[in-house]
């Protein structure tokens, strides 16, 4: 049972445009969430948290959006710059300090 | 300052051996979390330590452990090695542990890629 799902496994957009990376949950008991930028050979790297008490964080080019009511969160990245090519991983926790990560959706920034 | 560090970066194994991995945390963190990554499952929570007791635990079977160390150091056990337990291993370390007020959270190793023939 998946309780973290990117349905897009790939995104492909131009620069200096903005790229919007999807997310759903289906654990209700999850309250904290985290996205992560991954490049091959290396490990994740933390990008921007949200709790479930806000519904908005962000962080420079980095927004996060939380929508509780449909269990769904985005990342928009405004602008896109081709160093922003990766796979991008989307985590979720309730309560302990197990991570449950969707399978990532790879993400293309064209110059 | 120093991130996560992991041993071995690389390592093959035969079938029915096992394997010990390290991993070094960032000076000062005392919450050290252990997590799989292969093609079909992506990733996967296998345990988290803090101050040397182990704090949560994954779906994975017994031949998996781990230990913590009094100076945060962690080591991870496979034994009995399937071919299904290649996969990248990542080791991620944080203060506290994933969520933190002051900002900080979690952050990953570079791992170590166990193939097993």
């Known amino acids: 049972d998946q309780q973290v799902k990117q349905n897009s496994p790939s995104l492909s957009v131009q620069e200096g445009r903005i790229s919007i990376l999807n997310c759903d949950y289906t654990n209700s008991m999850f309250d904290y969430f985290l996205w992560y930028k991954k490049y091959p050979a290396e490990g994740p790297t933390f990008l921007i948290s949200?709790?479930?008490?806000?519904d908005k964080n962000e962080d420079g080019r980095f927004t996060v959006f939380l929508n509780k009511s449909a269990k769904h969160l985005s990342l928009h990245i405004v602008p896109s710059q081709p160093g922003d090519s990766a796979v991008y991983f989307c985590?979720?926790?309730?309560?302990?300090?197990?991570?449950?990560f969707g399978k990532g959706t790879k993400l293309t920034v064209n110059p | 300052k120093a991130g996560v560090t992991q041993t071995p970066r690389y390592l093959i194994k035969t079938r029915g051996q096992q394997v010990t991995l390290s991993c070094s945390p960032i000076s000062g963190h005392r919450s050290v979390s252990w997590y799989q990554q292969t093609p079909g499952q992506g990733l996967q929570f296998l345990f988290e330590?803090?101050?040397?007791?182990?704090?949560n635990k994954g779906n994975f079977p017994g031949r998996f452990s781990g230990r913590q160390f009094s100076n945060s150091r962690s080591e991870m056990n496979v034994s009995t090695l399937e071919l299904g337990d290649s996969a990248l291993y990542l080791c991620?370390?944080?203060?506290?542990?994933?969520?933190?007020?002051?900002?900080?959270?979690?952050?990953f190793g570079e791992g170590s890629w166990l193939t097993v023939v």
């Open positions: 330590y803090f101050s040397e007791t182990q704090r």
């Open positions: 949200i709790s479930s008490i806000k």
């Open positions: 985590a979720a926790t309730g309560g302990s300090e197990k991570l449950v």
């Open positions: 991620a370390s944080s203060y506290w542990g994933v969520r933190d007020s002051s900002g900080n959270t979690i952050y």
